[in-house]
């Protein structure tokens, strides 16, 4: 025999036997529902049973019977709730027959039949000493869906395990780039590891070429498969078309009405998958289809991403590489960099998240098309905030590319953002293997701000001081953890602060203050000097953030100026947000 299983709450509260306290208890067990999701007007149901429960729990008590406490207890399943009030008085007859009385005064009958018109259940137990009103409803809210915690566990794990998967095969792909391979070459070799990762039987790949309106075949998995050399964006019946024209995934299965001239039909009769837009800095750069010779495809999230993700990035290098080939280098060069500059945006937060006790805004300028400045702000499930700063060691292609693994790993593990030491570490052991290699490490302060905005916990890597002001003095936290990239088992500390006395927090990359010949300086103590100025006026973020590039640009000249130069502000909630906040993040190429 199998029986059902429900989950269960209970509260108990036992009070003395006097009408006020009996009010009190019964204010507490409503706002217990309501803490559990019980609707209004379910609440207020059981409020006006309870306090006419109550009241016939300590009506009858004696002075000396007061001093023994009343109890109330209440069990929430996921179908019903059921109350039990127990008391220590004499008692009273509970009638055969529950009915309004026809006295108007009968104040007894009327709190009797109020209760048993409103529940489902109603019983009197009276005892030697000890009286028992059982009263029990069915629940008119209905609980929500318990999380399966072992299936979430098992979905995060799956997440990071393909996000290292994804990571690794990118740095693979990149070092089989940097052999000066054709791109034809290299797009048959990783179209055979692609249809592997992705559990799928054939790829295509199209490329858009010099030929406005059309694609280009560059590989495609089987070879046996004689896919046709060009297709026209023109026609909007194909499936590949449709991708390209939409910028958005078409699915095709056994119900897809195919055109006659579809270039996929080739693959079989019975296909289903996936057409991919391929886009680098806002342009089409081709299509990518995956499918299995099955008349439906139902991959795992797992083989979704690996497909997209390296696809993306497949497509994006190739299309580099042919126009390396079809242009000088200069040229190329250029549209490289201007690709990169496009995939470091991304990586931005379009906004920094704001909140009713914490304000922010940044500022990120780079010398040239790309750098290796990186900048963040996440808001937390908890309600509290990660902030973080990194500086890529050099700039250019390289240092972006190390940027963009660094913008993944650390999304990867916010799981670990409350304690941005255990981040670090995470962060730096994923990450030490490939800086090491290329000779490059990456300095980085992650700091986490509670959801009252009240403390903060610091954490910094080979770093820029991270520093706050109250308006009359200013405090330093300087980095004591190596960049990561140094040491594979470096180990990081946190540095606790307290919000409550500082308003303002400046967190930036040493190319905001740093000497360079014939660019001027913004010295450490005008620095200083602005911050406790901006915080003694009590300045928002956003108008600090502006205040500070004005001075920045005043005293350093942007032509001579060979570094980044990024910088972040917090401040604590208690300024009202201005229009500036839909614009809390600025982006300059100098």
């Known amino acids: 025999m199998a029986f059902s299983q429900q989950h269960f709450e209970g509260f108990r509260l036992d009070f003395p036997a006097t009408l006020d306290d009996a009010r009190e208890a019964v204010r507490s067990v409503v706002g217990w529902l309501a803490d559990h999701q019980i609707q209004d007007a379910e609440c207020q149901q059981w409020e006006l049973v309870l306090a006419e429960a109550a009241n016939n729990a300590v ?41 309004l009385p026809q006295d108007d005064e009968s104040d007894h009958g009327r709190g009797l039949f109020i209760i048993k018109s409103l529940t489902d259940h109603a019983s009197y137990l009276r005892g030697q ?22 299936a979430t566990l098992d979905l995060m794990t799956a997440e990071v395990a393909s996000c290292y998967e994804t990571l690794a095969n990118i740095f693979r792909l990149i070092a089989d780039a940097g052999n000066d391979v054709e791109p034809i070459a290299l797009a048959a070799r990783w179209l055979e590891e692609l249809r592997e990762l992705a559990g799928a039987d054939f790829l295509v790949l199209r490329t858009a070429g010099t030929e406005a309106g059309r694609l280009s075949f560059i590989g495609g998995v089987p070879s046996a498969i004689s896919w046709e050399p060009s297709l026209d964006l023109r026609s909007s019946d194909t499936v590949e078309s449709r991708a390209a024209a939409t910028r958005q995934d078409q699915w095709f299965d056994k119900s897809t009405p195919w055109a006659p001239s579809d270039p996929l039909r080739k693959a079989g009769e019975h296909i289903s998958g996936l057409a991919h837009p391929l886009e680098s800095g806002g342009d089409l750069t081709g299509v990518l289809t995956v499918g299995v010779f099955q008349p439906l495809w139902e991959p795992s999230a797992r083989e979704l991403n690996v497909a997209r993700s390296l696809g993306d990035f497949l497509g994006a290098l190739l299309h580099g590489l042919n126009r390396r080939d079809e242009a000088n280098q200069a040229r190329l060069l250029k549209r490289e960099l201007q690709i990169a500059a496009d995939i470091q945006r991304s990586l931005l937060p379009a906004e920094l998240p704001q909140t009713q006790f914490v304000h922010c805004a940044a500022h990120l300028a780079t010398v040239g098309e790309v750098g290796g ?12 905030l990660l902030f973080v700063v990194a500086d890529v060691m050099g700039k250019g292609v390289p240092a972006a590319l190390f940027a963009t693994a660094f913008h993944s790993l650390l999304h990867s593990h916010l799981d670990l953002a409350s304690k941005p030491s255990a981040l670090m570490k995470r962060l730096n052991q994923a990450m030490f293997p490939e800086l090491d290699r290329s000779d490059m490490f990456i300095t980085a302060q992650l700091v986490h701000v509670s959801a009252d905005g009240l403390a903060l916990h610091v954490c910094g890597a080979g770093h820029a001081p991270l520093l706050l002001s109250d308006g009359r003095q200013i405090q330093e936290v300087t980095a004591d953890g190596p960049p990561l990239g140094i040491t594979a088992d470096a180990d990081y500390q946190d540095h606790p602060l307290s919000l409550a006395t500082h308003t303002h927090v400046l967190l930036h990359t040493d190319g905001l203050s740093d000497v360079f010949s014939g660019g001027g300086i913004l010295s450490r103590d005008e620095l200083t000097a602005w911050l406790l100025s901006t915080a003694a006026a009590r300045e928002d973020a956003s108008a600090s953030r502006d205040s500070l590039h004005r001075l920045h640009r005043s005293v350093v000249d942007a032509s001579s100026q060979q570094d980044d130069a990024t910088f972040m502000v917090i401040t604590r909630g208690s300024h009202t947000l201005s229009a500036h906040t839909q614009n809390s993040l600025s982006h300059a190429k100098r």
């Open 59 to 99: 009506l009858y008590a004696t002075p000396e019977q007061a001093r023994q406490a009343a109890a109330i207890e209440v069990v929430l399943s996921e179908s019903q709730i059921e109350v039990r009030i127990t008391d220590h008085t004499i008692g009273f007859d509970w009638p055969v027959s529950v009915e």
């Open 373 to 384: 400045d990186y900048l963040d702000g996440i808001l937390l499930p908890d309600g509290s």
């Open 129 to 150: 000493g000890q009286n028992v009103l059982c009263l029990r409803a069915d629940r008119k809210s209905v609980p929500a869906a318990r999380e399966d915690i072992e």
